[in-house]
């Protein structure tokens, strides 16, 4: 069965440095999603990116965050400067974009800001 | 927003029991999705229910679009389903919102 992947599973930072977490989303979905959870909270909406650019974002996505799909299968999250309250589980997630409207989920980046 | 209420927010259980999760959600939605996070983080994905009900082995689901709810049932509980139980609903055609998720701790 077709699966979300993402790399890598565990990233640990100094505070001040850029980060990128990579993502490969199902082959033919066509919707791309960032979710982060802080340790003992709930999942929480980053951004979705269909047709190369951002559809929607939260107000956690400031300009500190950046998504990009460089190429044909990648879909990637970049933190330029990471601070300690980046510390979290960064999920990705894609979706088809057609009924059934289904989100598939990544194992999560576990990313440590020291 | 919508938000979505998930209950009990904690739940203790000897293996072999039954249980039921609910979530409640205060809009209308096009997707609504039970996931389970094991003890490694991995979300994993249990059932897309927007209506109706599914099952999937000791787990089903039954979701009544019209009342705002939806229900999870684990029967014959084990150990390895232990952890926490999120609902997530999606209004537009975007993003999912999660609930605060119930812990459950199944026990030998």
């Known amino acids: 069965e077709p699966e979300v992947t993402q790399t890598p599973s565990h990233q640990v930072t100094q505070m001040g440095q850029e980060v990128i977490l990579r993502c490969v989303p199902i082959s033919n979905h066509l919707y791309f999603y960032w979710y982060r959870q802080i340790l003992g909270q709930k999942v929480e909406f980053l951004v979705s990116?269909?047709?190369?650019?951002?559809?929607?974002k939260s107000e956690i996505f400031d300009d500190q965050f950046s998504v990009e799909r460089p190429d044909g299968s990648n879909f990637t999250l970049k933190i330029r400067s990471t601070k300690l309250e980046d510390s979290a589980m960064y999920f990705c997630?894609?979706?088809?974009?057609?009924?059934?409207?289904?989100?598939?989920f990544g194992p999560g980046t576990r990313l440590t800001v020291t | 927003g919508i938000q979505v209420e998930q209950s009990p927010p904690d739940l203790i259980l000897q293996e072999g029991a039954n249980s039921t999760l609910r979530c409640n959600f205060s809009?209308?939605?096009?997707?609504l999705q039970w996931f389970h996070q094991n003890p490694w983080g991995q979300l994993i994905n249990l059932f897309y229910i927007p209506s109706g009900t599914k099952q999937n082995g000791r787990l089903s689901a039954t979701t009544v679009a019209t009342e705002r709810y939806s229900l999870l049932y684990i029967s014959s509980s084990q150990t390895t389903d232990s952890g926490v139980y999120f609902c997530a609903v999606e209004r537009g055609y975007s993003t999912l919102t999660f609930g605060k998720g119930t812990m459950l701790l199944v026990s030998p």
């Open positions: 990116f269909y047709n190369n650019e951002i559809s929607e």
């Open positions: 997630a894609s979706s088809a974009g057609t009924t059934p409207y289904e989100q598939y």
């Open positions: 809009d209308s939605v096009n997707n």
